[in-house]
């Protein structure tokens, strides 16, 4: 079993792979990551969008991966920042629907740290060429995204919320 984390505003027992918004990196699904960290970061910062008295939440969940991939579950792993990452995440972000192609997405996140260089090489600023070499220098983050209802119904499984303190409550 992976321990999996997702951070957010709130607690998040039930997950819905169609809740979010579509044009993410790895389409409309649940995102979560096995770096407790990067969960603890995003909870405080979409709790701070939404106002000082709102806690980050990690809702920490159990995920059956051998039994998913025994049972067929389709999976696609971007192990770097590589052009067929960067095509996928371009193409998602544009509104392609991945959900018929694949269960799970997992890779890399385009966050603050890469996104300027996506957005250049999908605007056609840059090459893919400029781009794989401005990635190159850049850290993986990690994220998972479940786009599949029947995944999440199946293989994954609520183990608790904890809550992220705010600097004020130190």
Request: hydrophobic fraction near 40%.
């Amino acid at each position: 079993m992976k321990v999996l984390y997702h951070g957010s505003h709130t607690e998040v027992n039930a997950p819905l792979a169609k809740a979010g918004r579509r044009n993410l990196d790895f389409g409309q699904g649940f995102y979560l990551t096995r770096l407790r960290t990067q969960a603890e970061s995003w909870a405080a910062i979409v709790a701070g969008r939404k106002g000082r008295k709102v806690k980050g939440h990690v809702s920490v969940f159990r995920f059956d991966e051998s039994r998913a991939v025994a049972d067929g579950v389709r999976f696609k792993r971007f192990e770097a920042y590589d052009i067929e990452w960067l095509d996928y995440v371009v193409d998602c972000r544009r509104g392609k629907d991945v959900s018929g192609e694949y269960d799970i997405v997992e890779g890399g996140v385009a966050n603050d740290n890469v996104i300027d260089t996506v957005e250049d090489y999908e605007k056609g600023i840059i090459t893919a060429e400029q781009a794989l070499g401005q990635l190159r220098y850049k850290s993986v983050n990690h994220q998972i995204c479940i786009l599949s209802q029947q995944v999440i119904d199946r293989y994954l499984e609520f183990v608790e919320c904890l809550i992220i303190q705010s600097e004020e409550d130190m």
